[in-house]
């Protein structure tokens, strides 16, 4: 039997920095507070890995940096005039390779190692100006091999929207990990439903593929039918939707309650969305709403939506790094 308890999420399992507070192995010898992590450690599985300690450098260390063009960056140790681009990229097939059920990475910013992007490039080991920016080589390592995951850096992960939309994409990756274990379309079919609206915010021409896929004209075996299922939903959540999407999907859902409401609740529903248009509050402010009405009234359907609570209401946070609403993170 599906479960339907909207409070119940499976463990997901996230690699993340190990200079993120679990170790002080930053080339300065420096552990990185973030908060973050500290409250995702209660329901997540968390895989601290230090890709500059793996390869064999000390704590502290001397600095690496990316020398070369955006699209052939190596690692080099200006100090030392050691390229330590093979070993790191060697490490990384290898890791990467042992992990196949890792749901999301959690790397630090900036880091020649572990930056997801906006990494410093320079022309020569010794050069003082920056010739381009990129993904560390680690980062780029996950990025190539992961593509379906959920990835991010610590420093965007400070801003409110960009840390919903990596939770709400981890735990959709973690439950569908279970669907791969049941192993059946009744288990994949159920994902689909309970993924619905979250599906028609994120991107509707992937939802209907993804339809499309759950539908099964082939007749092909579960196992296939849910790793294409797999590789498209990495792509409908790639990207975190936009507002206006949002609002369309929150118009959608009520639909099935604003009938069994007075005059007083409607008026009261349409001010609370006008302040998420306007970025005053966060989308929970509207769908706890529409939540509640969904348990006053007994409607099935929308309880049974991931939209409602996409991932544990411990990790919700209004609190970011003040860079306001982003359209494209």
């Not at 993120?20 to 010898?29: H, I, M, S, T, V």
Request: aromatic fraction near 8%.
């Amino acid at each position: 039997m599906e479960d339907r308890d909207p409070t119940r999420f499976p463990t997901p399992r996230v690699v993340a920095s190990a200079c993120l507070e679990f170790e002080a192995c930053r080339y300065n010898g420096q552990r990185i507070p973030f908060d973050f992590l500290k409250i995702l450690a209660a329901h997540a599985e968390l895989i601290p890995v230090c890709p500059e300690v793996e390869i064999g450098l000390g704590t502290p260390r001397e600095p690496v940096r990316l020398v070369g063009t955006a699209e052939r960056a190596r690692l080099h140790q200006p100090a030392t005039d050691r390229d330590l681009t093979e070993d790191m990229q060697t490490f990384s097939s290898r890791y990467l390779a042992a992990r196949p059920d890792v749901d999301g990475f959690i790397l630090k910013n900036r880091s020649p190692s572990c930056g997801t992007t906006g990494v410093k490039i320079y022309d020569r080991p010794d050069a003082p100006s920056v010739r381009a920016h990129g993904p560390g080589l680690f980062a780029a390592a996950v990025l190539g091999a992961r593509p379906d995951a959920a990835v991010e850096d610590e420093g965007r992960l400070r801003n409110y929207r960009i840390r919903e939309h990596f939770l709400t994409k981890l735990f959709a990756l973690a439950r569908l990990r279970e669907v791969e274990r049941a192993g059946t379309m009744r288990a994949l079919v159920a994902f689909h439903t309970r993924y619905k609206l979250v599906l028609m915010a994120y991107h509707q021409t992937a939802m209907r593929e993804l339809g499309r896929i759950c539908a099964n004209p082939q007749r092909l075996p579960a196992p296939q039918v849910i790793a294409a299922y797999r590789a498209e939903l990495g792509r409908a959540l790639g990207q975190a939707p936009r507002y206006t999407a949002v609002i369309n999907v929150l118009e959608h859902a009520w639909g099935y309650v604003s009938k069994l409401l007075d005059h007083r609740e409607r008026a009261f529903y349409r001010r609370q969305l006008e302040a998420y248009r306007v970025a005053r509050i966060p989308v929970s402010g509207v769908t706890s709403l529409i939540q509640a009405w969904a348990v006053r009234f007994e409607i099935d359907y929308l309880l049974g939506q991931a939209f409602f609570m996409p991932f544990p209401e411990a990790l919700s946070s209004v609190s970011d790094s003040g860079k306001g609403r982003l359209e494209r993170v």
